[in-house]
């Protein structure tokens, strides 16, 4: 289920931390998980638990807390957008709406080719370029006008997919 290539990611990220100390890197080996199945699952954390030496029940707290950990399979493409006052303020809102129009879902919910989840999200730390998103938990994107909007599904559609 998890590939050696994966579990070889693990051991450079325990290798971080002192010997007694490896269960810090669980936030690291989840997200390592996500990047290669695309969600955390609970074997998925069990793999992670028995590599760390940590409870199961210890890495599924650490899943549930952070909304950075899919715990379901999602579309190729996740999109937050941010809903916390400052986007709220500069068209967050509308944004979010516009999305929802454009993909034909509403939110929590995954277009029909499996492409796009959408999904609101806390703070992201960029207010001053509000409205953001973020594409897979890793591409900022700021300042999301309609046509900002439309221009960035027009290309995650052409990529054919790809993340």
Known sequence: MISDATKARFAREVA???????????????????????????????????????????????????NMYNQQKLGKFKLNVCNNLPCQLHGGQQALVHLQKRLGIQVGETTADGLFTLQPSECQGACADAPVLLVNDRTMCSFMSNDKLDDLIDTLQKSGGAA
């Open 16 to 66: 971080k931390f002192p010997a007694d100390q490896k269960q810090s890197a669980v936030m690291a080996c989840l997200s390592i998980v996500q990047q290669e199945l695309g969600w955390v699952s609970a074997e998925s954390e069990k793999v992670v638990a028995d590599y760390l030496g940590m409870a199961p029940m210890a890495v599924h707290e650490v899943t549930t807390f952070y």
